[in-house]
């Protein structure tokens, strides 16, 4: 981490600093750090960033001890971008970078969206919204497509009665509960203007870019690699036509669409490899290679590739 040792002659000041070095290993950010730049491709501005707010967050955390802060720090935080960018993903890394370095008691993170919150009839509506809270009171809550809380078109909804409560909550229990607003950009900002209480609330935002192909190519290889398997060559060369193909067609989702997609891809293979079971000999090579035709079943590429398939008739509502 690029905390500069700064060269101030006091001895006051030299004590800080050797405390900052002790801080950052003790708590063991470097490693959240690293583990964060090798488990995620691509994403250099989203890591960017959260290497100026865990640095932000450690000069802090010792300004705290050498008296030099009272007030606890706004830490709520807004991730936008497109689904499947990695937003849930790296909101857990951060409670897991906050919890090391105190500024939250447990760590934990409670995702949810309008629904967990509102209630459908009058009087349901606080008691949920409280009821969440409780359960994320020292963690972070994740909000996702938070901007479903607003509708301008009635005045009336619940979900202004949770917005108030929330307001309230992460105005007044900061030091407890770090609240991350999750969605599409334009909507987020769209949410941000008729609610001008939650843009000043949040200290952080942060854009997720789409990925590029090569970008999605790694993921796949990543997810893969996870599960113990790997792509064989013509394997991934049939993973990026796919990526590129897939991209043309609705409901694409980044990151999730590759997973879904190699979710598939596993379970062609494993019939591949079943139907083939007596004049094949199974290696554990077999077992672990996904090859060309586990992904160009896929009817992405079409009536034709997947009329040969045992598994071309997919009943999924996405096209993966
Ligand atoms: N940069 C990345 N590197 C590796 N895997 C990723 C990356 N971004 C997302 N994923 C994977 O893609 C899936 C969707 O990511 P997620 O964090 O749920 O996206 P979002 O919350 O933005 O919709 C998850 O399974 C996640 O592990
Ligand atoms: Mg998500």
Redesign the pocket.
């Known amino acids: 981490m690029p905390v500069p040792a700064a060269k101030q002659p006091s001895t006051e000041s030299q004590t800080a600093v050797a405390d900052l070095a002790t801080e950052l290993t003790e708590a063991g950010i470097e490693d959240v750090l690293t583990e964060l730049d090798n488990e995620?491709?691509?994403?250099t501005p989203v890591k960017t960033r959260i290497r100026e707010i865990a640095a932000l967050l450690l000069v802090e955390r010792v300004r705290r001890k050498l008296g030099l802060s009272s007030e606890p720090p706004t830490l709520h935080m807004s991730f936008t971008?497109n689904?499947?960018?990695?937003?849930?993903?790296v909101a857990l890394r951060m409670a897991d970078i906050l919890h090391r370095l105190g500024f939250v008691r447990k760590g934990h993170l409670i995702s949810v969206t309008r629904d967990d919150l509102v209630g459908q009839y009058i009087g349901h509506t606080a008691p949920k919204t409280k009821e969440i809270l409780k359960r994320a009171m020292g963690g972070v809550l994740f909000i996702d497509e938070a901007y479903y809380l607003y509708r301008a078109e009635n005045e009336r909804d619940y979900g202004q009665e949770a917005i108030e409560i929330l307001l309230q909550v992460m105005e007044n229990q900061r030091e407890d509960l770090v609240v991350i607003l999750a969605g599409y950009a334009d909507r987020m900002e769209k949410f941000f203007r008729s609610n001008p209480g939650f843009r000043s609330r949040i200290a952080h935002h942060l854009d997720?870019p789409d990925y590029a192909d090569g970008e999605l190519l790694a993921?796949g290889e990543?997810?893969l690699a996870k599960q113990n398997y790997k792509l064989s060559d013509s394997g991934r060369e049939a993973l990026a036509r796919y990526i590129t193909a897939r991209k043309q067609q609705p409901h694409f989702s980044n990151?999730?669409s590759i997973?879904n997609a190699l979710d598939r891809a596993r379970l062609r293979q494993a019939n591949r490899i079943v139907r083939s079971a007596a004049d094949l000999k199974i290696t554990s090579e077999t077992l672990i290679t996904i090859d060309a035709p586990d992904l160009l079943a896929s009817r992405v590429f079409g009536q034709d590739a997947t009329a040969n398939s045992p598994l071309s008739d997919e009943t999924e509502s996405t096209f993966d």
């Open positions: 995620l491709v691509g994403l971008g689904p499947g960018t990695g937003k849930t993903t997720f993921i990543l997810i990151a999730r997973r």
